[in-house]
Structure formats: C-alpha cells, structure tokens
C-alpha cells in the first residue's frame, strides 16, 4: 500500500532533549516536506527537500533540523526543543517537485508533539 | 508571498442540509492550484476537491462543489446534504504553478454536523 509513514504519532517530551520524528515514504517520491500544524495557524511548512541530499527552509525551520540521505526517509529533528515546538506535525511528500498539474501530496498521519 | 484566509473558524449545518466555507486567498501569480483538505478526528488530511486556477468551470466532487472567483480570489466549499460524517476540520491550500509542491493552508474551519 502506498503510504507516508510517521513515527511516533504521540510524543511527550521535555524541554532540551533530543528527539527525532521519522518519516518515511514507499513511492519513490523526490519531494518530501514537514508541516506543523497549530490552533488558528493552520498549517505551516517547517523544511522540504526536494531530492536526496537537497534540502531548504520553509516558512519556519527554527530550532528543526532535516536530513535526506536517502530517497524514502526524512527525519524531522529537534535538537533542543522547547514548550512553542508542542504542535501537531505531519510529513507529506510527492512524486517530483515541480508541481505539476496532476501531482498529489500525500500526508503520513501526523505526530502530536508536547514539549514539557 | 501568498496567504490564504478562512475567516469562519467554526461553522455548523444540519443533516441534510447545506452549508458553504468561505477562503480568499492573496497571490500576483495567474498559474496555481487551490485544494480544500478534510481533517477527521484522526487527524488524517484528506483532498476533498482542487481546482485549476486556469479553468474556468468550478469544480465539483459528488456532494462537494466550489465556488471560485478568481477576480475577488475567493475559493469557497459548498457541501450538500451533509452528513454526520462531514464533521472535520476543513482547511483551504494553495499551491502555485510554478514554484513546486509547497502548499500554503489557510487557519482552518471547524465544522459541526447536528443530527
């Protein structure tokens, strides 16, 4: 079955400690971005990488990291996170970059982040 | 930068009846695509329905059609003969037709269905 899988869907933590959310995709799609989604904020899309090893900014990549060294997986990761990271986050991801006019996104099913 | 906006944080409808989400969207650009998402409790994002900037016809999926006025930028859902499982957070995208596959989501539209 083609999916996004995200790992894990609930996650409490505390503040400064490490953590990574894991992405990973059985399509052999070339995009793949995380969102984070937040009460009144909609969605905002925190990095995206367009192939492996190409990775770029969104809207709000502070205090998140990303790696894509291979085609199906990017991990999302928190070096030092803090109380403002608690939100939900989804991975989504599409055959190629360009957007094109049939492309579809597909979604994983979204990690609920609280950072204590 | 495009924004998107849905100004209705919460709306509600009866069984059976219908209801229309309101979304304006801001861009300079003439090629992009506009989706509205369904949010379940589950939290899955599920497409509901897209429309192609460039087409003229609004687009329809079963009980779910659009209204698109590309002058005003409005993008708005209209939902027929809701049914109890329509009860979703409802969320208006953009995506533009030439910088990839970015979506840019409006805040958000909690709808309730009363039996």
């Known amino acids: 079955e083609a999916q996004v899988t995200q790992n894990p869907r609930y996650l409490i933590t505390v503040t400064g400690k490490k953590l990574t959310v894991t992405c990973s995709q059985n399509m052999n799609h070339e995009y793949m971005s995380w969102y984070r989604q937040d009460p009144g904020l909609g969605l905002r899309q925190i990095y995206y990488?367009?192939?492996?090893?190409?990775?770029d900014k969104g809207d709000v990549p502070e205090g998140y990291k990303v790696s894509r060294k291979e085609k199906r997986n990017f991990p999302l990761i928190l070096e030092s996170p803090s109380p403002n990271q608690t939100s939900l986050y989804f991975c989504?991801?599409?055959?190629?970059?360009?957007?094109?006019?049939?492309?579809?996104?597909?979604f994983g099913s979204g990690t609920q982040l609280s950072v204590l | 930068a495009q924004t998107v906006t849905q100004s209705q944080p919460e709306m509600s409808v009866q069984e059976a009846e219908t209801v229309t989400l309101s979304c304006t969207y801001d861009t300079s650009e003439s090629d992009y695509y506009l989706f509205w998402y369904k949010q379940p409790p589950s939290r899955q994002m599920i497409l509901v329905i897209r429309q192609e900037a460039y087409k003229q016809q609004n687009a329809t999926e079963n009980r779910f059609s659009v209204n698109f006025q590309k002058a005003a930028k409005s993008f708005s859902l209209k939902i027929s003969d809701s049914q109890l499982g329509d009860a979703a957070m409802y969320f208006c995208a953009y995506r533009s037709g030439s910088s990839g596959s970015r979506l840019t989501f409006g805040e958000g539209t909690q709808l309730t269905v009363n039996p």
């Open positions: 989504a991801s599409s055959l190629s970059p360009g957007g094109g006019l049939n492309e579809k996104l597909f």
């Open positions: 990488s367009m192939n492996v090893e190409v990775t």
